[in-house]
């Protein structure tokens, strides 16, 4: 019944910015880790930024540290990453997703992408240059 869609995604040139959102439906994760992964051809996916909506609290892959920032919007029932000052190496499919263990966002398992139960659909992003 949860259902993850993400937008915003598409190409842009090195040093730009994009904003990806997650419209959730079905459930209201309210205490539980939601997070944004991706996945380059040839690689496996990698959690990118976790947001736990208990208190707020975030966390950044150091590749992504003081560029990419989550956040939510309980009103629209989404979350977001504004992904700034984007590099050729953030190319990827970005996944929103969302986990069902409440607890999991206090352990280093957060960054597992099998820790988590609902996926989008994921989105595109290309950097070029």
């Known amino acids: 019944q949860v259902q993850l869609v993400e937008s915003g995604g598409g190409s842009v040139q090195a040093g730009g910015s994009l904003r990806l959102s997650c419209a959730a439906s079905?459930?209201?994760?309210?205490?539980?880790?939601m997070g944004w992964f991706r996945q380059a051809p040839g690689k496996e996916r990698e959690g990118v930024a976790i947001f736990y909506t208990g208190d707020g609290a975030t966390y950044y892959a150091d590749s992504v540290k003081d560029r990419f920032s989550i956040s939510q919007d309980n009103a629209k029932y989404t979350v977001y990453l504004q992904m700034n000052s984007l590099k050729p190496e953030d190319t990827a499919m970005y996944y929103c997703a969302a986990a069902l263990r409440r607890s999991l966002c206090w352990t280093t398992r957060r960054w597992t992408p099998d820790e988590y139960n609902y996926w989008g659909q994921g989105t595109q992003v290309t950097v070029s240059s």
């Open positions: 079905g459930g209201t994760f309210s205490s539980n880790c």
